[in-house]
């Protein structure tokens, strides 16, 4: 009767664990993202935000669909924009974590230098290209670009 009470009381005390981690992890995950509604079938994203010339990650709701996707300023200046997603690893839905000048795959440890992302560098597993405009001091994405990475999220 003793052991079984230990392994009742062992049970409990795991699951009790696994719950805590698993909460843990969803809220760090949900914390590395910023909602962002559209005005007028647009985004806006102030530039100044992206001085720190770090990647700021954003998600945008279209119908119940959170539509992930991330902003970064590059070191001569320039906005990137792209999807927290690829072709090859969108499954997997862990998207990209910024290491110094590169973007790197959290599920194939792929690296992507920053100043390459754009229109010229898609497929495999290079960030999902996001087109955007530079307006004053906005980066301006248009909803209609972002539902077309709907298929990743």
Known sequence: MAERKRWVMGSGILLV????????????TLGKYEKVKATGGMVS?????????????????????????FAVKDRDGSYKTAFDACDACYKSKKG??????????????????INRLGPNATGGCNPGYLPHQLSGMNI???????KGGARYF
């Open 17 to 28: 664990l696994l719950f805590v981690v698993s909460i843990a992890a969803y809220a760090f």
């Open 96 to 113: 990209y974590e910024q290491k110094g000048d590169k973007m790197n795959c959290k599920n194939c440890n792929q690296k992507f230098a």
């Open 45 to 69: 994203l102030p530039v100044a935000n992206l001085s720190d010339g770090k990647a700021h990650f954003y998600k945008f709701e279209d119908g119940g669909k959170e539509i992930a996707f």
């Open 140 to 146: 301006v994405i248009r909803v209609d670009d972002l």
